[in-house]
Structures are given as C-alpha cells and as structure tokens.
C-alpha cells in the first residue's frame, strides 16, 4: 500500500509530467512553423516520452493500491528566440525535472517505502540520461552554429 504523502507527491509529478509533455509538443509547433522538421519531430518524440512517465507513475501509484490523478497543467511557454534559446530552456527544464524526481525519491524513503525508492531510481537514471543528452546537443549548436543546426536538424529528425 502507498501512503498518502507518497501517492499525494507522485499524482504531483504526473502533473508536472504532463506540462513537460505540454512543453515539448509547443517547442515542436515552433520549430515546425520555423521550417526546422527534424527538431519538431524531436520534440514531438520527447513530448510521447513524457505522457508515458506519467502514465507509468499512475499505473504505479495505481498497483500500489492508490488512487492517481490529474491536476490542472499550466499554460506552457509558446515562442523562443532561436534554436538555442528552445534547448538551453529544454536543458534548464530537465535540471528541473531531476530535482523533482528526487524530492519524489527523498518523499518515499521517508516514508520507508523500498519498492517505491526502488522504482523511482529508474526516473533518476534516466533523468542523468536527458540531461547529459540535452547538453549534447547544446554543445553542438554552440561549438557549430548555423552548420550544426542544419545537420542537428536532420540527425534529431531520424529519432523514431
């Protein structure tokens, strides 16, 4: 059984789960609309994975005999300056994102519950992931500009 306070945080995270959804699906419109297929289609991509985090912390909250929930998700940003702005914003959001997770992590091990310790350390791992992905990415605009843009554009598009 998961505790109130658990199930209360993790309902919270699908929420914030759903707005990072609600996040990348709006980046996607933007680079779409600039004419930037492959990073829309990333993006798009990116906004499926986080629906499915909160699906996967519902089901979980679900199993443990709790009830999940969906809040109200805020209105999420819709315009950028560039390329870059979209991904030091995504980078900044994922650092978020990690902090969230561990408070989650930091809840359930007060609340002396190993199984939900257990299956949140798989968020945390791959929160590591998205980070250091995002900084890839950010790294290679800045270290080649336009050009990386162009070719980051194809590469990110291949992302099925």
Not at 18 to 36: D, P, Q, R, T, V
Not at 83 to 96: A, M, R, T
Not at 102 to 109: E, G, Q, R, T, Y
């Amino acid at each position: 059984m998961i505790s109130q306070k658990l199930q209360e945080a993790i309902n919270a995270q699908i929420v914030a789960e759903m707005w990072s959804a609600n996040l990348y699906l709006s980046m996607s419109y933007f680079f779409a609309a600039k004419g930037y297929e492959g990073f829309a289609s990333w993006m798009k991509a990116q906004a499926h994975e986080e629906s499915d985090h909160a699906d996967v912390l519902a089901q979980y909250v679900m199993k443990r005999g709790g009830q999940a929930k969906v809040g109200a998700v805020d209105a999420v940003p819709q315009e950028w300056a560039s390329p870059l702005d979209v991904f030091e914003h995504v980078y900044k959001h994922e650092c978020h994102v990690s902090e969230l997770i561990d408070k989650l992590v930091d809840v359930a091990s007060a609340e002396k519950d190993k199984a939900s310790q257990d299956f949140l350390w798989g968020f945390v791992r791959e929160q590591v992931e998205e980070e250091a992905t995002v900084q890839g990415i950010l790294d290679k605009i800045k270290l080649g500009g336009d050009v990386a843009l162009y070719h980051l554009d194809i590469q990110l598009g291949a992302r099925k």
